[in-house]
Each structure stands twice: as C-alpha cells, then as structure tokens.
C-alpha cells in the first residue's frame, strides 16, 4: 500500500507514533510486517516536508527501511500541469493531486476538507477513487489497501 500524507498531520503520523488517530497510519509505516505502506512524497510536497524539522529524522529512517517513493519529476510535472489547467481543483494542493495521479496512489491521510474533495473527485483520481483517512475510524482503509498489496505480494487476488 502506498499513501500520501498531507503536511498538515505530517508530525501526527510519522513524529507523534502513538497519536489516537494516525497512530495506526504510522503502524504501517515503521512495521517490518508484509503489510507495510509506503510513503509516497514528490515536488512541492517533499518541499513542505522538509519544512518540519521534527519530520527530517524520521523521513530519513522510513527510508532506509525502503517505505519511501518519491515522485518521479518528469510525470509529476506532467500530472501538475494537467491538474493545474483543469480548473477542478477546490483546495490548494494540485501537487498531491499530480503526485496521487502519477503514482496511482489512492489513500491520503490529511485533516484539509479541501483537498478531501479534490482527493474523492472522480473527475481528477479514479479507476479506483480516492479515499480520505482522517482519524482511527478509518482504520479499515488501511486493513482494505494493506490486504490488497499483500495479496499482491503473494501472486494472488484480493
């Protein structure tokens, strides 16, 4: 499984692990189970991370651990440009779209009504649509993601 988290709970996620609600979103994150997710940051987004000097260290470790993609330049460009001239956008975060459509990722974590339309706007991500986690009682978006990547991993259907 691989998500984007929005700068906005950044530190809830990766800093504060045993946050009451993304602390289950950073259990996938730093666990060495098959179930793991991927972080997945590019452009703009790896910019605002960078921001948070609490983050720096624990960005760096999920790396190692290999639970970082970062967004290819040259398609987030493209998928930012696209998003851009569409119009569609209500919140001001084009970038995660263009990184989400880049890097068919379907799973945000972020606390931005905004960008949760944006993310959820069949017009800009489907086949599949998006989903918003916002807090614990979204957990079973990661037990639903998480079990199709294992699936993945072991040659087999969901």
Same mark, same amino acid.
């Given at each position: 499984?691989?998500?984007?988290?929005?700068?906005? %709970?950044?530190?809830? %996620?990766? =800093?504060?692990?045993?946050?009451?609600?993304?602390?289950?979103?950073?259990?996938?994150?730093? /666990?060495?189970?098959?179930?793991?997710?991927?972080?997945?940051?590019?452009? &703009?987004? /790896?910019?605002?991370?960078? &921001?948070? #000097?609490?983050?720096?260290?624990?960005?760096?470790?999920?790396?190692?651990?290999?639970? +970082?993609? %970062?967004?290819? &330049?040259?398609?987030?460009?493209?998928?930012?440009?696209? =998003?851009? #001239? #569409?119009?569609?956008?209500?919140?001001?975060? $084009?970038?995660?779209?263009?990184?989400? *459509?880049?890097?068919? +990722?379907?799973?945000?974590?972020?606390?931005?009504?905004?960008?949760?339309?944006?993310?959820?706007? $069949? @017009?800009?991500? #489907?086949?599949?649509?998006?989903? +918003?986690?916002?807090?614990?009682?979204?957990?079973?978006?990661?037990?639903?993601?998480?079990?199709? %990547?294992?699936?993945?991993? @072991?040659? *087999?259907?969901?």
């Amino acid at each position: 499984m691989s998500l984007i988290v929005d700068v906005n %709970v950044l530190a809830r %996620v990766i =800093v504060m692990r045993s946050d009451l609600d993304f602390g289950p979103v950073s259990g996938r994150l730093f /666990t060495h189970a098959a179930t793991a997710a991927r972080l997945v940051h590019g452009g &703009k987004l /790896t910019e605002e991370y960078m &921001k948070v #000097s609490s983050a720096i260290r624990p960005l760096a470790a999920l790396d190692r651990m290999g639970r +970082v993609l %970062v967004c290819p &330049k040259a398609a987030y460009e493209q998928q930012l440009g696209f =998003v851009e #001239s #569409s119009g569609i956008c209500a919140s001001d975060d $084009p970038h995660i779209i263009a990184i989400a *459509r880049a890097m068919a +990722v379907r799973l945000l974590c972020s606390l931005d009504k905004d960008l949760h339309a944006d993310f959820t706007n $069949p @017009a800009l991500l #489907s086949r599949p649509r998006g989903k +918003v986690y916002q807090n614990a009682t979204h957990e079973h978006l990661l037990d639903r993601f998480c079990k199709e %990547v294992a699936a993945q991993r @072991a040659g *087999r259907k969901p």
